[in-house]
Structure formats: C-alpha cells, structure tokens
C-alpha cells in the first residue's frame, strides 16, 4: 500500500488482487456462501480506493483493511436484515395467503403518497426516495448525493414532515416503531 500511494500502478493492482481474495474468504467465513460476498468486496475495494490516502505506511495494513471490510460487511448485513423484516423468504407460506384485493381506498392512498414525492423538493425527493424506495442506508445515501449523513437525516426529516402535511396527517404525531 506505501508503493501504491507513492503511485506504483502494479504494486497498486497487486494489492487489489490480494485484498480481493482474502476479503472472499474472511466474508465467506463469517456469513457461509451467500450471493452476496462479492458486493461486500467490491464495496470494501471501492472503500479502500476512496480511503487509501487515509493509510499510515508506518502502521500495519492488515488491520487498516480489515476495519474497512468488516464495516462494510456489517452495512451490508443491516441493509439485509432491513429488507428481511419486510421481505417473506417462504414461498409456501406465501402462496398460502389469500392474494391480496387492493380495494380503491388502499389504491387511493399510493397514488396520493406518489403524487407527494413528487412534489418534494428535488434534494428531498431523491433522498426520501433512497431511503424508502431503494432501501438505502443513510450512509450509502450521503456517499451518493455527495452530502454528510446528518444533512441526509436533516433533509429526510423535513421531507417526511412535509410529506404527512401534504396528505393531511398533520395532526398525527409522529413516533418511532417500538
């Protein structure tokens, strides 16, 4: 890593190499073979790319790196455990259930709340629909539109409020989920 950030490309690419097969490994070791060991690498080589300024040549590499690639496999398992509590993983279970009749009522509802997206401000649109729509961590969301995490809770915040004042709850109060 000394070499690559003096800009040794090869060294830089070997160490890519090396980085990738190990992070496989400690990934796998820790979360079985799943489809998704490859995006917790990629995500933690682009990490390293974006970061790699950060590494102190007269401290070990080893734990450097594998500080980054552990937070990136704990993002990445919260960002499953977000989407298993509202996904249903047995499809006996769910071809069980009775399929659903979106009466007008519920149909209503989805066409108002897309109508009030819409509507938002365009900072706010696009990160209210990050976070609820693509199911994206506050953090991915402050990486990709390029603002710090508390300006994306900021401007999330004042989305939701305008939002349920847009569709007429502004009288609810607004609590977390227990």
């Known amino acids: 890593m000394a070499r690559a950030q003096g800009g040794d490309q090869p060294a830089y690419d070997e160490l890519l190499r090396l980085v990738s097969r190990d992070a496989r490994g400690f990934v796998a070791r820790r979360v079985g073979a ?4 490859e995006d917790v690498v990629q995500e933690a080589l682009i990490t390293v790319h974006r970061v790699r300024h950060t590494y102190d040549p007269g401290r070990p590499f080893g734990p450097w790196f594998y500080a980054i ?3 990136r496999l704990i993002d990445a398992l919260r960002s499953k455990k977000r989407r298993g509590s509202r996904e249903v993983a047995d499809e006996a279970a769910l071809a069980a259930q009775p399929a659903p009749r979106p009466g007008a009522g519920e149909a209503d509802v989805r066409e108002t709340l897309a109508r009030a997206v819409a509507g938002l401000p365009r900072v ?35 989305g939701y409020k305008l939002l349920r004042r847009t ?6 109060e607004h609590r977390p989920a227990d």
Not at 34 to 37: F, I, L, N, S
Not at 125 to 154: C, F, N, P
Not at 167 to 172: E, F, H, I, K, R
């Open 34 to 37: 799943v489809d998704w060991v």
């Open 69 to 71: 690639l552990n937070s």
């Open 124 to 158: 706010q649109r696009e990160i209210v629909s990050l976070l609820k729509y693509e199911d994206l961590s506050v953090r991915d969301v402050a990486r990709r539109m390029g603002m710090s995490e508390t300006a994306v809770k900021a401007a999330a915040h004042r």
């Open 167 to 172: 569709v007429g709850l502004t009288d609810v």
